[in-house]
């Protein structure tokens, strides 16, 4: 039984923001579901007793004097920006119709 | 003169019997000449280096002093930021981006005088072993055309090993400075995660992503290593202590003694899936670091059986996070905003159009392994598992000072071999993932050529946070003892 279903790698896709076609999607579900079989094998050795690790550098709140230092100019914020318009990012809508 | 090592460049150019403008426009004749077949550049950026070398030529003839690899070129990473420079980390989805700022590596490089030719190919975000993954098409290894140089930073390593360049940057966040040295036939070096700054390295596994000399000598990657590393403010996961004396111990290694070193070879980096050519350079390696005094005991390292599954749960992780922000709004491309389309949906089809396969595979596999009902399975037990690896680094750092393995289970695969089956590409960072997800340092240098195909080898070199200069000793004691590989064909 596959761990992963063709609907679930939809399901996925769309969480990622990823508007795959179909013919990816049957690519994808055969190869997640080789990938997720074989990375599943972590379980055997991770029993409840051991603690997690997030970093190799145990390092927390690095801190610096809150001072003004310069940063990008308006101009060269935007320069890279795929839309611009009257000095700021120009984006599609982001509400529906209804309001 | 493009044969010559980065220190002897530098020494002439120093002492002016060259000129850091003929010594630049050497490499760029070569590049000119053989990156038609190789294609290990996505950039070459010949005004910028040529200007660079000029600076240099300037400080030297007004005896000014200058930095230790002032002059020499060097081919960089397409992930590292270039101010005015094209940065587009082997993406569509970064196509035509003109990076406001330089990556503290950059600024370190120019500050040192260091030129610049350009910036190498590599698998597209660092994700893959093959550079076959960049959206620009494949690296090809100067040793065999035909065949992988290696990735992510494949680039870098095909423009060492084709003398396109001396000196060349990677990033390895599971072995991709070190798999492209192996198969390459070039010196490749991780350093201890948090030594050299990941600020403007395009992130792809945060907690693993580290930058990294590149070279065809260890007292090269030595030099270069020392200009790069070092605390910055600017990256939060920097570690503020001083920079291990790399340079001392290469030259102190040159000497050809290793008496009192103990070396600890990997059990579990054998057997299976190991091609025989690429054991018996090992075993050869092993009894020549032993003739240079070196005591050599067998180390069992159990969970390092675990390092390519947990590998591949956080790097998609972190990689499906990092990779939010290419979100079409801010910079890069925008498909599909014909001005009735949502902004969500113009952000879909961006990234279906920009991503490559294996950006996605990694993008939706971090995404269920963070998901709510399968995080503490995935994503919770392969933190587990780290522990358990560092642990076993600790144990192994008890009883010896360096641990040694095999770089790459094989030479150089063919392209196209292992494109169609990502859990067979995954196989190639078998044994250099371990010290990504510990954060150790490692390296890897060339053992000679496996008997069976003539193609490079790689010994890995193994040290512990911060005690980089302990693998440099023993590299630049091998590299004498081995002496020189010969060079590829270009064929």
């Known amino acids: ?61 690095v801190f610096r004097e809150d001072v003004v230092r310069p940063g990008l100019g308006q101009q060269q914020a935007l320069a890279g920006a795929p839309a611009a318009e009257d000095g700021r990012f120009r984006v599609p809508r982001i509400l529906g119709e209804e309001a | 003169m493009i044969r010559s090592s980065a220190a002897e460049l530098a020494q002439k150019i120093h002492s002016g019997e060259v000129t850091s403008v003929e010594v630049t426009q050497a490499h760029l004749d070569r590049i000119a000449e053989v990156d038609g077949a190789v294609h290990a550049f996505l950039h070459v950026d010949t005004e910028g280096a040529l200007a660079a070398a000029r600076k240099v030529d300037e400080d030297v003839a007004a005896g000014r002093p ?98 396109e360049a001396p000196l060349a940057i990677g990033t390895d966040t599971g072995g991709s400075i070190r798999q492209p040295g192996a198969v390459t036939g070039t010196v490749g070096v991780k350093p201890t995660y948090g030594t050299v700054s990941r600020y403007g ?112 749960l956080i790097a998609p992780s972190e990689a499906s996070s990092n990779l939010a922000r290419f979100d079409a709004m801010r910079y890069g491309i925008r498909v599909g905003d014909n001005g009735e389309r949502s902004a969500e949906e113009v952000m879909s089809l961006t990234r279906e159009a920009g991503f490559g396969p294996e950006v996605k595979r990694r993008i939706m596999i971090g995404t269920y392994a963070l998901s709510s009902g399968y995080y503490d399975a995935y994503y919770g037990s392969a933190q587990k598992v780290r522990t358990l690896i560092a ?63 003539g193609l490079p080898v790689g010994l890995q070199i193994m040290a512990p946070a911060l005690q980089d200069h302990r693998m440099y000793r023993v590299a630049a004691a091998y590299e004498v003892a081995r002496g020189p590989i010969g060079e590829a064909a270009l064929r």
């Open chain 1, 1 to 61: 039984m596959p761990s992963i279903s063709r609907d679930e790698v939809a399901h996925l896709a769309r969480l990622a923001r990823l508007a795959v076609s179909e013919d990816e999607l049957d690519l994808f579900a055969g190869q997640l579901d080789v990938i997720l079989q074989s990375v599943a094998t972590v379980g055997d050795i991770a029993t409840a007793d051991i603690p997690p690790t997030s970093h190799a550098v145990p390092l927390t709140n």
């Open chain 2, 66 to 163: 200058v930095s230790p690899l002032a002059g020499v070129p060097l081919a960089l990473k397409d992930v590292l930021t270039t101010k005015g420079v094209p940065t587009t980390v082997g993406s569509k989805m970064l196509e035509g981006w003109i990076p406001p700022y330089d990556a503290t590596v950059t600024r370190r490089l120019r500050e040192a005088g260091v030129v610049i030719l350009g910036k190498t190919n590599m698998d597209e975000f660092a994700m893959g072993s093959s550079t076959e993954n960049s959206a620009y098409g494949p690296t090809h290894n100067p040793w065999s055309l035909d065949r992988i140089p290696g990735g992510s930073g494949g680039g870098s390593s095909a423009a060492l090993a084709a003398f």
């Open chain 2, 201 to 312: 390295l395009v992130a792809f596994s945060s907690s693993l992503d580290q930058a990294g000399p590149c070279a065809r000598t260890v007292l090269d990657a030595a030099l270069l290593h020392e200009i790069i590393a070092g605390h910055d403010p600017l990256d939060s996961t920097s570690i503020d202590v001083p920079v291990p004396p790399v340079v001392a111990a290469a030259r102190e290694g040159a000497l050809g003694d290793l008496t009192g070193v103990r070396v600890g070879v990997v059990t579990q980096f054998s057997g299976d899936g190991y091609q025989p050519g690429v054991l018996r350079s090992f075993e050869a390696a092993v009894s020549q670091l032993k003739a240079l005094g070196a005591e050599v005991v067998q180390v069992s390292c159990p969970s390092f059986d675990y390092a390519l599954p947990a590998y591949y």
């Open chain 2, 391 to 453: 642990r076993d680094f600790d144990a192994a750092f008890e009883n010896v000072d360096v641990l040694v393995s095999p770089t790459t289970p094989t030479t150089a695969f063919k392209i196209g071999e292992r494109t169609g089956d990502p859990m067979a590409m995954y196989k190639a960072d078998l044994c250099t993932i371990p010290s990504n997800l510990a954060g150790n340092a490692a390296m890897s240098i060339p053992s000679g050529l496996s008997d069976e195909d």
